[in-house]
């Protein structure tokens, strides 16, 4: 398994900014799909993000496109999540996932190999 470590949270404004970092050690990170979850109080963890092992492939969540990008540097180990025009609504927190598997659309969590602590955001209005 490959250990996930997020940071970068905080609190912000509405319409402000935020980048997320995830580090992993342990196995090979090129070998891995990676993604980004959230989850806000009193909900279920919901899919935010995902690139593919070497950034040819992206995928959004409706609720995001436009505002977050999803990036990543297998030679420094490290996904990003680039947060632009937070909302209220982006309250959670964040998740960084590692995908045993991914193609398109919005990965199971069934296919998720390794999960990070979670970082808190959260947005003012």
């Known amino acids: 398994q490959v250990t996930l470590v997020e940071s970068g949270g905080g609190l912000v404004q509405a319409g402000g900014s935020l980048r997320l970092s995830c580090a992993a050690s342990?196995?090979?990170?090129?070998?891995?799909?990676m993604s980004w979850f959230r989850q806000a109080p009193g909900k279920e963890r919901e899919f935010v993000a995902a690139?593919?092992?070497?950034?040819?492939?992206?995928y959004y969540a409706d609720s995001v496109k436009g505002r977050f990008t999803i990036s990543r540097d297998n030679s420094k180990n490290t996904v990003y999540l680039e947060m632009n025009s937070l909302k209220p609504e982006d309250t959670a927190v964040y998740y960084c996932?590692?995908?045993?598997?991914?193609?398109?659309?919005?990965?199971?969590?069934?296919?998720?190999?390794?999960w990070g602590q979670g970082t808190q955001v959260t947005v003012s209005s």
């Open positions: 996932a590692a995908l045993l598997t991914w193609i398109t659309g919005v990965p199971g969590t069934e296919s998720v190999g390794s």
């Open positions: 342990g196995r090979t990170f090129s070998n891995y799909y």
């Open positions: 690139i593919s092992r070497y950034s040819s492939s992206r």
